[in-house]
């Protein structure tokens, strides 16, 4: 059976949200992925915005299962970017290339939008993978709206979790979320604990 690929907008494909907590929680344990089914209520396309990597069977009488999840954000200092965080693939489908596409897809999703810049943060050893694949690594000082409001962020060298950082501005009405954790400073930004930020 031949499947196709796409990223939807959580908010426009609300039944499939408790499928895209799932893959959350497996990839990312600690993160929030309980506030899914409200902020979807409050988000539109392009960003701030949850889309879902929807699996699309050729025989209609199957339904669309989703695969994947990816949370676009603005990026306040730089014009015509987004920052895409929370990339994950669904663990029962890894090792068959649907990764690779979902991000090729993420990457065609921002052009679509208008965006002339796509930004992730890696953990320092994809640097590689990532230089081969036609991304640069950026050096400046990026600056997003909500960033890490779904708590995806991991631990680098097995540092700290940071919920957020300088040049991040909390998510308005969801301030509350990131109460209680680790703020990262200009020097945590630049140390051990950090990944890489790249962009393409």
Request: proline share 6%; net charge negative.
């Amino acid at each position: 059976m031949a499947l196709s690929y796409s990223w939807k907008p959580l908010h426009s494909i609300r039944y499939l949200i408790p499928s895209c907590v799932s893959i959350l929680r497996a990839e990312y344990p600690h993160c929030k992925a309980d506030l899914l089914p409200e902020l979807a209520k409050h988000e539109l396309n392009p960003a701030p915005c949850s889309y879902g990597l929807v699996e699309h069977p050729d025989d209609k009488r199957d339904g669309e299962t989703l695969v994947g999840h990816v949370r676009f954000l603005p990026v306040t200092n730089r014009q015509g970017a987004v920052y895409a965080e929370g990339f994950c693939i669904d663990v029962d489908k890894r090792s068959k290339g649907i990764g690779e596409s979902g991000t090729l897809r993420a990457e065609h999703l921002a052009r679509e939008q208008g965006y002339k810049e796509l930004f992730i943060s890696i953990y320092p050893h994809f640097k590689e993978f990532y230089l081969k694949q036609s991304w640069s690594i950026f050096k400046k000082p990026l600056h997003t709206l909500g960033a890490n409001l779904l708590h995806t962020n991991t631990s680098v060298n097995g540092g700290p979790i940071f919920v957020s950082w300088p040049g991040n501005t909390l998510y308005p009405g969801w301030e509350w979320v990131y109460e209680g954790g680790v703020m990262a400073t200009e020097a945590d930004l630049t140390g051990e604990f950090s990944g890489i930020v790249m962009v393409k």
